[in-house]
């Protein structure tokens, strides 16, 4: 069952991290976070309490999947990338975002 439309800014940290597997490859959660804020400017910022409950449902819905592995420095890390329905998914999430940020801007530009 699709999103009520009211619902889409909460679903953006879906977008985001589905972004960010789709176009970065595996990343661990850490690795997710710095991504996204890097690329925002630092104007957007994912807390872990965002984070990782966002990555466990989403990897029971079947759109990232997990495996273990080493980080940079060596500590074990998950490390998550991104599944053929994730694909399908983030198109739909992109698709949903530019519908609402194109109804907003017309709402701002009404005179």
């Not at 789709?22 to 994912?46: E, F, K, N, P, W």
């Not at 940079?72 to 983030?90: D, H, V």
């Amino acid at each position: 069952m699709g999103k009520h439309p009211n619902d889409r800014l909460q679903g953006t940290l879906d977008l985001l991290i589905l972004k960010s597997l789709a176009s970065r490859g595996s990343m661990h959660g850490y690795g997710i976070t710095v991504h996204i804020q890097s690329i925002a400017g630092d104007a957007l910022r994912v807390e872990e309490g965002s984070l990782y409950p966002a990555l466990h449902r989403m990897a029971q819905e079947g759109w990232i999947r997990a495996k273990w592995g080493s980080s940079e420095n060596n500590r074990r890390a998950r490390f998550y990338s991104i599944t053929p329905g994730g694909l399908k998914q983030l198109a739909a999430e992109e698709k949903r975002w530019s519908e609402l940020t194109a109804a907003v801007t017309r709402v701002l530009q009404f005179t």
